[in-house]
């Protein structure tokens, strides 16, 4: 399992989680973020899981600079040197293993990056790199539309999904509107809407009711193909 076998699956899980975070937003999460998403009862569990995942080089504090921190690594599957960690704003992309170290999950069609199309029409899976999901269901779709391309999701690129039911202001999420087309865009309340943000200044933003809009799942990785 190379590198993976280093860590605890609570560091495991940390790494993946903040990872995940700079990659939507380019900014840590807090460390009240960090105790919430792995379930702690306290922050002192994550100031120790920072620092036994500092110890193996796997993250570095930025100086100067409050709640920094930069991944300089992700476990691997392979055994081989880890290779640098993708930057910051920019969902990490993985190209597609030769190894047996690979998941199958669901690949449902096509979403939109731009304006809601049809997703939820396909039943194929997709082979993905065990070492770039975390905890929960995963399942793919493949992105269609440029309206994301500043948080670095592309056009063919296949998104990965963990379900989900509910989001948090700035996440990436699979919106479903009016339970007939779904897009994937940055979560955020506002006064009694929702608004969709697109990722591009080329798009508007998009403001619904609530009960217009099923969260269907939030952005995990991003898997590309050359």
Request: net charge neutral; with cysteine.
């Amino acid at each position: 399992m190379g590198s993976k076998t280093m860590l605890t699956r609570k560091q495991h899980e940390l790494l993946c989680f903040i990872q995940e975070r700079l990659s939507a937003t380019g900014v840590s999460p807090s460390f009240e973020e960090m105790k919430e998403a792995l379930e702690l009862k306290s922050k002192s569990g994550v100031h120790r899981l920072i620092s036994a995942l500092e110890e193996r080089n796997f993250i570095r504090r930025l100086p100067n600079r409050a709640r920094a921190l930069e991944v300089l690594r992700v476990p691997e599957m392979t055994g081989k040197a880890s290779a640098p960690a993708a930057k910051a704003k920019a969902p990490a992309v993985v190209p597609q293993p030769a190894n047996e170290n690979v998941l199958e999950i669901p690949l449902h069609g096509r979403i939109a990056a731009g304006l809601p199309i049809e997703a939820m029409e396909g039943h194929s899976s997709l082979s993905v790199p065990a070492a770039l999901l975390g905890p929960g269901e995963h399942y793919a779709l493949e992105v269609s539309g440029d309206s994301m391309v500043e948080a670095g999701i592309l056009d063919g690129d296949y998104a990965l999904i963990r379900r989900a039911e509910t989001a948090r202001d700035g996440e990436i999420v699979v919106a479903l509107i009016a339970d007939h087309e779904a897009t994937l865009k940055y979560f955020r309340r506002e006064g009694g809407m929702v608004r969709l943000d697109p990722a591009n200044r080329s798009y508007d933003p998009q403001r619904y009711r609530p009960d217009q809009v099923q969260i269907q799942g939030k952005l995990a990785g991003l898997l590309r193909r050359y």
